[in-house]
């Protein structure tokens, strides 16, 4: 089958990049002739307040990658869609509502000569913004097929797009290449590290962990490592009014694939502590590199993990349940524990079920 997936790749950074290369190379590996149509430019640089490409892959790139899509540029959208007429499959990667002029520019251009699939990192995002939900609406009725991470956006597409067909497929893990992983240091007696790790949004919940920080025993410190979208102020106020400054180290900035394995071998526990979610790659992550994670039952994110097994669970947006479970982990003879029981896991058997699902109409 000729298959042209359309969405960010290297040298754009974050899941979104890594999850259209690893489905590409999949797809590949599985006998289609794939193309990637890939962004020059994707979005203006003031509507993303962070770093958007990396000098160095993280990973191997799809060799077969054009970078062709700009958003000031509607005739490139338009010479795409023409271009993809010979396609059996057209997937579009859709992280953002940003991105949907240009998707629909392609589609019209299409004149429903590839079969369409769009494949939704999130149906709609955390944050809202006007006309999010009108431009969603259109792409999602114009697909033969969306493909979403959880039966909760599942509901969200199908209220948006009642005629179009929804398929449920849990994300696959397309984790950062990096050297291997570092031997963590033993369990300390002394003092519980905990990491929180990745792009800091409000709906990420870092304010909730701070609070939850407080309430935890003095051994209990916390390297936060990571952009913040709106700088660190705000975060640097909170930590100083919660008497927190002596546990809590900052990192902002975008960390490098290559800068990981120290980062987790330092880490006595990962702690997602999300208001909301869809689906993370930050479990498996941190279970790559032997280390057990906090938390809560936001989305997809309890789905990943075993409670008190190889994590501790806790309820979104609670402070105190979510200190409660710092208090389990500080606890050296329980941190053991659950680090004895983490293993890697398989990204096989998913990115399998994964690849029935985008094929299966």
């Not at 097929?145 to 994300?171: D, E, F, G, M």
């Amino acid at each position: 089958m000729r298959i042209a997936l359309i969405g960010p790749a290297h040298p754009y950074k974050g899941g979104g990049a890594r999850h259209t290369t690893e489905l590409a190379h999949r797809l590949a590996a599985a006998g289609h002739d794939v193309i990637v149509e890939s962004w020059h430019a994707q979005y203006p640089s003031r509507l993303y307040p962070g770093q958007q490409t990396l000098d160095a892959p993280e990973g191997d790139p799809y060799p077969r990658t054009y970078r062709r899509l700009s958003w000031y540029r509607p005739d490139g959208w338009l010479a795409a869609g023409r271009r993809l007429r010979s396609a059996d499959l057209v997937v579009f990667a859709l992280l953002t509502p940003l991105q949907i002029p240009a998707y629909l520019a392609i589609l019209a251009t299409l004149r429903h000569r590839a079969r369409t699939t769009v494949i939704c990192h999130n149906v709609l995002p955390h944050e809202r913004h006007p006309g999010d939900v009108p431009l969603t609406r259109t792409l999602l009725s114009a697909v033969d097929l969306a493909i979403v991470h959880s039966q909760a956006q599942a509901a969200q597409a199908r209220a948006l797009a009642p005629a179009t067909k929804i398929a449920v497929a849990p994300l696959p893990p397309h984790l950062p290449a990096a050297a291997y992983p570092q031997a963590a240091a033993d369990v300390s007696e002394t003092q519980c590290r905990l990491l929180f790790f990745g792009i800091v949004r409000p709906y990420k919940g870092l304010d909730v962990l701070l609070q939850a920080l407080a309430q935890a025993p003095a051994h209990v410190t916390l390297t936060v490592a990571g952009e913040f979208w709106g700088g660190t102020d705000e975060t640097e106020k909170l930590i100083a009014s919660l008497g927190l400054a002596d546990r809590v180290t900052l990192r902002p900035g975008y960390v490098p694939a290559s800068q990981i394995p120290a980062l987790f071998a330092a880490a006595d526990a990962l702690v997602l502590p999300y208001r909301e979610a869809t689906a993370s790659q930050n479990a498996a992550l941190a279970f790559a590199h032997g280390v057990p994670v906090i938390t809560t039952t936001a989305g997809t994110l309890a789905d990943h993990v075993r409670d008190n097994v190889d994590a501790l669970t806790c309820a979104p947006g609670d402070p105190e349940d979510l200190a409660r479970a710092l208090k389990t982990i500080s606890d050296p003879q329980t941190a053991r524990r659950l680090r004895s029981a983490v293993t890697p896991v398989d990204p096989n058997p998913p990115w399998a079920a994964y690849l029935d699902a985008l094929l299966a109409s």
